[in-house]
DNA sequence: AACGCTATCCAAAGCGCTTTGGAAATCATG
DNA sequence: CATGATTTCCAAAGCGCTTTGGATAGCGTT
């Protein structure tokens, strides 16, 4: 059964002390001892109780995620699996514990405060920023440290984040397409309270200025980023006066709904109309082959998940660490769904 | 600041034991104490120290769930999140705290061990049980209180599971469509090691016997269920001497690639080729709208995590309660990808 | 008036660990 | 060989809570 430092400790005939400064790597400890001391904890397979361990030194040894729900739309990011699974490697490997909260968005900033007050984690993650976030200031505010998965735009104050850099994705991913003739561009982006969703907008519309193109409201869209919102997206615009004859998606997913609105009108993709996503590079969404099927402005939601997990371990570890910010490119990989404009 | 139970009870005059009584409503505190106590608590937003209360009681108040991350793949399966959000639900409604734990796979039993060793958990939560799988086994031993996802087949002693009716799910379909006349049907499954696949297998063999057809191995296939998958699978089989007229898919993503194919053969869904698919409903590839894009076997995987975590809650909270099963019935939705067999 | 109850509160121990402040033994030094 | 410095260990307190085992006061009974 379990065993504890105490018993430990009385099969080897020694304190508790001895044998917790063993373990623990202090040097006032005969190395004939420790050595004793560290097989007899590999044997009995002596794993020192997490909740004591915290009590005593006030450090909770944990990482909180909290994970809003919108009531209305129940949509769960998809690209949440992905982030969550590089994060947890890194805490696992830093002997962290990643403690998850799904809370209805109303009480999101309640559950941080709980969090806090209960001593449960030593620092969070946040996720899906919004454009205006109130997070960071309560966050600042509370004193834990944090880390933004993205950025939000109107805080004071500095925070630390990790993004990729959407507007210079984006404003290539345009340029893509304007080089090739193509002069009527379709966003189909994501809801407009998101923070990178505005950034995005911000990378396409420099673009159009950049190549001398007018700006057409009626080719920019916002929304849940789901199959058929990509597919409504494409069968609806391509009744305008003057369709767009490429589109800019925001998601694989979104990418599938146009590819297949596309479809079912009987134009071919990457020559009738071409297409360019967002590629988060999500593991069961592969977008290979020695030509992928896509050309995307790629970069790794999972590696983001690594790189955002380490910078957050370092702002708990070392206090006092001035905020940390990490911006990721993405690559602009060419696939099968773009091509010269038709004339 | 963070307020401890005796700064609290300090500032009323009293004792801890009485606070804390009071708190958890225990019946030997005068009602006007209580009252008092209460107020009190609230205002400063009291809320006590997890770890020492779980030191002290010794339960955790907290649900692990390990999820093994294949080195070789590195799929991280995309059901998951919509599980993880309804299971989650579920904990913190009941003060349960969810903990995720990312692992190699060849890690996993450590990380249960681990867990339990150290006292972080009440209970886990068991992710894609495998046919054989040795978790189970395992988790009996140490005395963790556990719940499948699904299910495994040759375990001796009975366990604790939700499910849903895979088997009859697939029959269901498979007879849909030798009804409508098609008698050359493909079964585009996940990976063999999987139980579910199994269980699938077996519904759809069970039709075709009952239909008086033919096994032909030509036509099943298994593999990890990414969109490529599914594309790669109707391309090449299409090349058969004698193609499918049908497709069973595994997953929403499956019936994309599927799809994909369909199109690129510039063969109509629904007309030329009928599919269906397995859809856990999940929230960002829905699949409404007054006659669905696909006929599909559908489940929520989100309410089946809102469940399985109510299940496990109870096997935590209820020791000796016997092994708890409920296996969920999908239904069969018909949607505009079927229809009766091309002459 | 003495008694036993009941209602209400508290002191203290304990959960399993870390950490402070010695104590004892060993060592080098003059 | 006495002295001070090191090395090596330990007892005890403490982290913030729960819980056991009283103590005290107020109450109704006889």
Redesign the interface.
């Known amino acids: 059964m379990?065993v504890t430092l105490k018993q430990l400790a009385a099969s080897l005939g020694l304190s508790p002390t001895t044998v917790s400064r063993a373990l623990n790597g202090f040097p006032e400890v005969n190395p004939a001892t420790r050595k004793r001391i560290l097989q007899a904890a590999a044997e009995v397979?002596?794993?020192?109780?997490?909740?004591?361990k915290?009590?005593a030194t006030g450090r909770?040894q944990?990482i909180g995620h909290v994970?809003p729900?919108s009531t209305s739309?129940?949509?769960?990011?998809?690209i949440?699996?992905?982030f969550?699974?590089g994060?947890?490697?890194t805490?696992?490997s830093a002997g962290y514990?990643?403690?998850?909260?799904?809370?209805p968005d109303e009480e999101e900033a309640r559950a941080y405060?709980?969090l806090?007050?209960?001593?449960?984690v030593d620092g969070v993650m946040v996720h899906a920023p919004l454009r205006h976030d109130p997070r960071v200031a309560l966050l600042s505010e509370l004193g834990l440290p944090f880390l933004v998965h993205g950025r939000t735009s109107d805080v004071a104050r500095p925070y630390s984040w990790l993004d990729i850099n959407n507007q210079r994705a984006f404003r290539r991913a345009t340029q893509f397409l304007t080089e090739f003739g193509h002069r009527r561009i379709a966003l189909i982006n994501g809801l407009e309270n998101m923070d990178f969703v505005h950034r995005r907008r911000n990378g396409y519309l420099d673009a159009l200025r950049e190549a001398g193109l007018p700006v057409d409201e009626a080719l920019m869209r916002n929304g849940?980023?789901?199959?058929?919102y990509g597919y409504r997206a494409v069968t609806e615009m391509v009744q305008l006066p003057d369709p767009p004859t490429a589109f800019l998606a925001s998601s694989m997913?979104v990418a599938?709904g146009l590819?297949?609105g596309l479809?079912d009108l009987g134009l071919r993709m990457g020559r009738d109309v071409s297409i360019i996503t967002h590629d988060d590079d999500?593991?069961?969404?592969?977008n290979?082959?020695d030509v992928p099927?896509f050309t995307t402005t790629k970069s790794s939601v999972?590696e983001a998940g690594r790189r955002a997990a380490r910078m957050l371990l370092q702002l708990v570890e070392e206090p006092g660490t001035g905020p940390l910010t990490q911006l990721m490119e993405s690559a602009l990989v060419v696939g099968a769904s773009t091509g010269p404009v038709r004339k």
Chains 1, 2 share one sequence.
Do not use: C, K, W
């Open positions: 379990t397979e002596y794993r020192p109780n997490t909740r004591a915290s009590l909770a944990a994970i729900v739309h129940e949509i769960v990011n998809p949440f699996a992905d969550i699974a994060a947890g490697e805490y696992s514990e990643m403690i998850l909260r799904i809370v405060r709980d806090v007050a209960r001593g449960s849940e980023m789901t199959e058929p997913i599938y590819r297949r479809a999500l593991s069961y969404l592969p290979q082959g099927v999972r």
